[in-house]
């Protein structure tokens, strides 16, 4: 079979690259910049550079379009203009009514892949990018069934989980759980960097807490400004949302009322661990807390370690101290087995470490 | 010397091993937990265990209460009761204005290590963890200089960085840069479940962002509520300017309008490199992503050839994909050398790295 991709970064880059080492299929690539056309070329994701949307598309059964959100909704609806009637055309953008609600066209699915958000660029691009991430469709009344199953095929082909939803559905829980969070980071950085010039003191370690929570403020313009706009309804709901809570726990502070911040604080802590668990196959989530010296090995010695022993890590953070002398590792395993094994492990290497 | 330390948890246990290995100090030790002071004698963080606060005190020359910040003005008021009229009493409590306020005594003066916040327990103590760390202290009108001048002599030998702050500018600094950030984690999570109840569909992998936002959220309320409340004017003043900086974007998201949400992430981004690089000794700080398998081993790899080369990673982060197989790896390095070799040695063990 023959695809076209319409745009090849990161995501377009590696929809190219699996597809043409899982399916066998011929991938012919556009992008509006040469420099990156000519690169996914030599990368192997596509094996066909064409000169044109209407080219690359011609003779394709499914377009995937991987352009930036700003684009999407005009790219799409060329790609539709140009593609024969028995070609499904897909996008993978990050906010899905606007560009599902522009295109009711029955060729027209609409999709996003939750992989790959931190690196851009075709050198990126990998294969295996999508094994077992969730791809999100957004099949509508329009949508043709047949068109609809091929498209659904492909991407579990290329190594992901198709899941269908609706785009509101779709836009409001990227809001709440990506969106918003770029946003109160953003808030955070400027609201520190204003009171601690307002306090005329030098700048303090700010702390581990504060360090994760801003680790994504002022990403970049380039791709943030797109999502929060074509997202903008949902994300201003779910800003009214957390303004109402806030108001809520300003109130209690308030009234000085210690018993409804705990209740509110030990309701927090159980919605953590039910978003965290639901995500993780292994069983629920167990998290060690190990005190080491900060430096050149140490990290590398206790992965190793756990590494002999078969026990891998699903996440960690370090958390150095001041002078960056010593640290807190925070290392987090799936499943009780793991975490206690893990747990015996670091402590015979010496170093304090407890459950979290 | 002789040093009394009431309350001997991770701070006061780790005050206590510093003043004997450092200061060759004769500690005395109370706390209410008769297990806690039998470990603290243990771990050898006192050298005495005392019956009642009162014998801990006498004859000290230096009292350092290291309680719950619930408990902390009482304990603090009958440690100045009972100590000599040359004894100076200090605390750890990480909000001050209230302390401060009640114990308007020229023996008093207030005190709060940046340190140790991840861990808790003597048996996590440790006689460097304040090496390099900010300790502030509040002075005030009524503090004895000579008194000031010991208690901030003692911190430096123990390895810290005594800096003076007025009580006030002190909490509204840590309500800023870290009790805000623990509500608004709170808030992520309790308005991320309720949006996923609402959409009825399997919960997804949240993603990194979400993840490192809500690393803090329900925190053990034991400690918590406790600062919460301590703090909690200023905290409501912080959560206030939130609630404006939101209702600021809200409206630029409704009016559709793009520059300024350019304008206001532009912004963002330079808020966070300046809170970066202000915390860090080692010069400007670069960020590297790399491309891994997420498998046993791999980052074992990484930080043994960077530490082979003599590289130190000042803070790290793992983002896996949803079915944990593959992830990317960001690194912070503390200065451009240290940057680019640390590029050059992971490139060449294949892995994918650019700068963020």
Known sequence: MRLAIVGVGLIGGSIGLA????????????????????AARRRGAIDAAAGSL???????????????????????????EAAAEDCVITDVGSTKRAVVGALADPRFVGGHPLAGAETS????????????A?????????????LYERVYRLIHRLGA????????THDSILASVSHLPHVLANVLVAQAAGTLDAGEVPLPATGPSFRDATRVAGASSSIWT???????????????????RLNDVR????????????????????????LLEAQLAGGDLFELRVSVPNRPGVIARMALELAR???????????????????VVALWLAGEEAALRAQELVGELGFPVARA
């Open 226 to 244: 797109d999502i929060y706009m074509s997202n903008r309804d949902a994300l201003a709901a779910q800003i009214d949302e957390a303004i109402a």
């Open 161 to 168: 989980k198709p899941t269908a939803i609706d785009p509101a």
């Open 251 to 274: 109130a209690a502070l308030a009234q000085g009322d210690a018993s409804t911040i705990t209740d509110w604080n030990d309701a927090a802590a159980g919605d953590r661990r039910r």
């Open 19 to 38: 597809a043409r080492e899982r399916l066998d299929a011929g991938v012919t690539g556009f992008d509006h910049s040469s420099e990156a056309l000519a």
């Open 54 to 80: 209407e080219e690359a598309v011609e003779g394709a059964e499914a377009v995937f379009v991987a352009v930036p959100v700003g684009t999407l909704c005009d790219v799409a609806a060329a790609a539709l």
């Open 134 to 146: 969730t791809w999100y469709l957004t099949p509508t009344g329009h949508t043709s069934g047949v």
């Open 121 to 132: 660029g075709v050198e990126h691009a990998r294969s295996d990018l999508f094994d077992g």
């Open 309 to 327: 022993a078969g026990v891998n890590i699903t996440d960690m953070a370090l958390y150095p101290t001041a002078d960056m002398s010593e640290g």
